[in-house]
């Protein structure tokens, strides 16, 4: 099966991984840019095929206008999330989930996978139904980490179970609770970070089950922020007190 991919950072992200299969290479026929040029030098001493076409044509191809002049075909790669992968987080002494509850606009999956990538996150996981979907402009968002992150689509309520039952330390991102994130101690236990909808927010099923209810404080008026900036917030502080209690150890 075919994929199509678009975009200069997530095109020079796939080529540095030997394990994909690039079919052929579309490029901008006018374009200057010097890092597609690398890009083209890169496809060539690989004896990949690279085709100029009109813009036009990369519009087509990648069914949008935001492809940076570069779209490409590979063979589809096969995506972590076998269930060994994800048992073998679990057992992981300071292993770090991502949930995103009903996050359906596909370029703020998108960020969150990459911001998820960034620190660090074992993997992210998102609800089986009302979800963005894996496509070109989530690979394109994120940089191309979406490929590396496991990513696991699943019955979100019997996931937070099993992982309580695991002893996964549960943490919800509530603007109405009463603890904030800058006074909350973050610890090595394994944990996960739940960030449900902008508009409704977490589920109150899959609410019930947090150990913890945390928010970023407002300092004006708007109360709320977008779904991946509240995980960059949350995923810095994790990483940020681990920092501090790793190198304080004996």
Same mark, same amino acid.
């Given at each position: 099966?075919?994929?199509?991919?678009?975009?200069?950072?997530?095109?020079?992200?796939?080529?540095?991984? %030997?394990?994909?299969?690039?079919?052929?290479?579309?490029?901008?026929?006018?374009?200057?840019?010097?890092?597609?040029?690398?890009?083209?030098?890169?496809?060539?001493?690989?004896?990949? *095929?690279?085709?100029? &076409?009109? %813009?036009? =044509?990369?519009?087509?191809?990648?069914?949008?206008?935001?492809?940076?002049?570069?779209?490409?075909?590979? /063979? =589809?790669?096969?995506?972590? !999330?076998?269930?060994?992968?994800?048992?073998?987080?679990?057992?992981?002494?300071?292993?770090?989930?991502?949930?995103?509850?009903?996050?359906?606009?596909? %370029?703020?999956?998108?960020?969150?996978?990459?911001?998820?990538?960034?620190?660090?996150?074992?993997?992210?996981?998102?609800? @089986?139904?009302?979800?963005?979907?894996? !496509? #070109? *402009?989530? +690979?394109? &968002?994120?940089?191309?980490?979406?490929? /590396?992150?496991?990513?696991? %689509? *699943? /019955?979100? $309520? @019997?996931?937070?179970? !099993?992982?309580?039952?695991?002893?996964?330390?549960?943490?919800?991102? /509530?603007?109405?609770?009463?603890?904030?994130?800058?006074?909350?101690?973050?610890?090595?236990?394994?944990?996960?970070?739940?960030?449900?909808? +902008?508009?409704?927010?977490? @589920?109150? #099923?899959?609410?019930? !089950?947090?150990?913890?209810?945390?928010?970023?404080?407002? $300092?004006?008026?708007?109360? #709320?922020?977008?779904?991946?900036?509240?995980?960059?917030?949350?995923?810095?502080?994790? *990483?940020?007190?681990?920092?501090?209690?790793?190198?304080?150890?004996?």
């Amino acid at each position: 099966m075919k994929k199509i991919i678009c975009g200069i950072h997530t095109i020079e992200s796939y080529l540095m991984d %030997r394990d994909v299969s690039f079919k052929i290479v579309y490029i901008s026929e006018n374009s200057k840019n010097d890092r597609i040029f690398n890009i083209k030098r890169t496809l060539r001493s690989r004896n990949i *095929t690279v085709l100029p &076409v009109r %813009r036009k =044509h990369l519009n087509q191809i990648s069914s949008s206008t935001s492809h940076q002049g570069v779209v490409a075909v590979i /063979d =589809h790669i096969k995506r972590k !999330n076998s269930k060994s992968e994800v048992d073998e987080v679990s057992l992981k002494k300071s292993s770090l989930f991502l949930i995103l509850d009903r996050i359906t606009d596909v %370029r703020n999956l998108g960020s969150c996978l990459r911001t998820a990538y960034f620190f660090g996150v074992d993997a992210v996981v998102v609800p @089986r139904y009302r979800s963005a979907k894996l !496509n #070109s *402009t989530v +690979e394109k &968002v994120s940089c191309g980490a979406s490929k /590396d992150i496991l990513f696991i %689509r *699943t /019955d979100l $309520q @019997r996931f937070v179970k !099993n992982m309580r039952r695991n002893d996964v330390k549960i943490l919800g991102a /509530d603007e109405r609770s009463d603890q904030d994130i800058y006074n909350y101690k973050f610890d090595e236990k394994k944990m996960a970070i739940i960030i449900g909808n +902008e508009g409704r927010g977490i @589920r109150d #099923s899959i609410k019930k !089950n947090c150990c913890d209810l945390v928010k970023v404080p407002s $300092q004006k008026r708007i109360t #709320s922020l977008n779904v991946s900036v509240i995980a960059g917030i949350f995923l810095f502080e994790v *990483t940020r007190q681990r920092s501090i209690i790793l190198h304080s150890s004996p």
